[in-house]
């Protein structure tokens, strides 16, 4: 069974750092684009950043761009996103995803069709 489990998140300072990962069984992640979301309360859900795991190609929303970092361990079934210079905007319920990989890499929610449980991140001092 696909299974998408992510890291636990926590408290972290204004502009500090966290590092998440999602670990994928069940399935390798060859072949698939993995995307990071995140839902802060009272919002939809957003996508944040993908990648694809073949080819290495990355994708981010512009807020988190040269602050996040999302790479992956084929060997470990591992996605990460190292997140620096987090700010109080960055503050919601993280989410790892997994879709088949297409020819044009998306944030598209659509495009993933399984999840993992999602883990809380709160910036805040």
């Known amino acids: 069974q696909a299974r998408l489990v992510e890291s636990e998140g926590g408290l972290v300072q204004p502009g500090g750092s966290l590092r998440l990962s999602c670990v994928a069984s069940?399935?390798?992640?060859?072949?698939?684009?993995i995307g990071w979301f995140r839902q802060a309360p009272g919002k939809e859900r957003e996508g944040v950043s993908a990648?694809?795991?073949?080819?290495?190609?990355?994708l981010y929303i512009d807020s988190v761009k040269d602050r996040f970092t999302i790479s992956i361990d084929n060997a470990k079934n591992t996605v990460y996103l190292q997140m620096n210079n987090l700010q109080p905007d960055d503050t919601a319920v993280y989410f790892c995803?997994?879709?088949?990989?297409?020819?044009?890499?998306?944030?598209?929610?659509?495009?993933?069709?399984?999840w993992g449980q999602g883990t809380q991140v709160t910036v805040s001092s």
């Open positions: 990648i694809g795991s073949s080819t290495g190609e990355t």
């Open positions: 995803a997994a879709g088949p990989l297409m020819s044009t890499l998306t944030l598209a929610q659509r495009a993933f069709g399984s």
């Open positions: 069940g399935f390798t992640l060859d072949y698939y684009i």
